[in-house]
């Protein structure tokens, strides 16, 4: 059964340590959705604050009856935020944005109209212009480069955090681990092919710190490949597997067919004694060690509870 939407909008905000933003944030879009007669609601995700967090976010309930809010007993992450936000969301369009103060909620009304109009399943925010130290901005170049090539979604910010969604979008897909930077690539996958971006401020952060160290970058990448591999592969393992498994296999025996028949037309020809040997030996063990890997993981995924989850695009 499909789920249908109650609200026109959802504006999901992960937050971790942010109470001095929250205010504002919250004051800000609230305005916002009244100017614009939206029926909304904000999800605000507390990601295990260690600060006042989870106080502010009672005191906006008591004031503002768009406020919703969830609190984790540890922090979790972004990705955990999003998907807890995605399953409680209730709009017809789903936004979300940094609790940070540095996504401008004016930005809303504009990313609403292009989901709304049916065009775009997903909108990623471009930060054309950004206030980032140079360390920060040219390793996010090479990463969304690298996204862009592997992926093949030309989008120019994959890691922005504002974003707008169709519903369907967001109750049909699984962010899990750091995956939050690859929506956009994880959305594609499931079926939501009509993806796009809009150019949106970028604003300097007011209070607090930022989150993320260099190591996201690494970590990142790592992603991006787990993503690649999991969105063309993980329901069809041998054939990567098995694949490369029979290319070595052949180029393997190949060589020792080519030794075994020298040895015979040249008596005095060792096999042994040749590096090709050796090579060929190991060419042939890693062939059987991949297509068996393929194997064993088909297997698993024939006889997984999981059940896949196949997009429906209507019903009656």
């Known amino acids: 059964m499909i789920q249908k939407p109650t609200k026109d909008l959802s504006v999901i905000v992960p937050a971790y340590n942010e109470a001095e933003s929250l205010p504002e944030l919250v004051d800000w879009v609230d305005r916002v959705v009244k100017a614009h007669h939206i029926d909304a609601e ?41 998907q807890t936000g995605f399953n409680a969301a209730a709009g017809s369009v789903v936004i979300t944005m940094d609790a940070d103060l540095q996504d401008s909620p004016d930005e809303i009304p504009e990313l609403y109209k292009m989901i709304k109009s049916g065009k775009y399943d997903l909108v990623s925010g471009w930060k054309k212009k950004r206030y980032d130290p140079i360390s920060k901005t040219i390793p996010t170049k090479l990463f969304n480069s690298a996204t862009r090539s592997l992926s093949g979604i030309q989008l120019h910010d994959f890691n922005c955090g504002l974003k707008a969604y169709r519903f369907d979008v967001v109750k049909n897909i699984q962010v899990s681990g750091e995956m939050h930077r690859y929506i956009p690539v994880i959305a594609k996958w499931q079926g939501f092919h009509r993806i796009t ?24 990448f790592l992603d991006l490949l787990s993503i690649t591999f999991v969105g063309k592969f993980g329901k069809r393992p041998m054939h990567l597997f098995g694949t490369l498994g029979s290319l070595f296999f052949i180029f393997g025996f190949g060589i020792l067919i080519y ?58």
């Not at 989870?54 to 999003?82: D, P």
């Not at 150019?199 to 690494?218: A, M, N, S």
């Not at 063990?285 to 024939?302: D, K, S, T, Y």
């Not at 997984?304 to 019903?315: C, F, G, L």
């Open 42 to 82: 904000i999800w605000i995700m507390d990601d295990g604050s260690t600060d006042e967090t989870w106080e502010v976010v009672q005191s906006l309930k008591n004031k503002y009856s768009i406020v919703r809010g969830v609190k984790f007993r540890r922090n979790y992450g972004k990705a955990a935020a999003l």
């Open 197 to 220: 971006e809009k150019v949106v401020e970028h604003r300097v952060r007011k209070y607090g710190v930022t989150k993320f160290g260099l190591e996201r970058f690494i970590n990142g």
């Open 259 to 316: 030794l075994s028949i020298a040895k015979i037309m040249y008596t005095e020809y060792g096999i042994a004694t040749r590096p090709l040997f050796y090579f060929g030996i190991v060419a042939l063990i890693i062939g059987v060690q991949l297509f068996l890997a393929g194997f064993l993981a088909e297997l698993m995924i024939r006889h997984s509870a999981v059940i896949d989850n196949y997009q429906v695009e209507d019903e009656l």
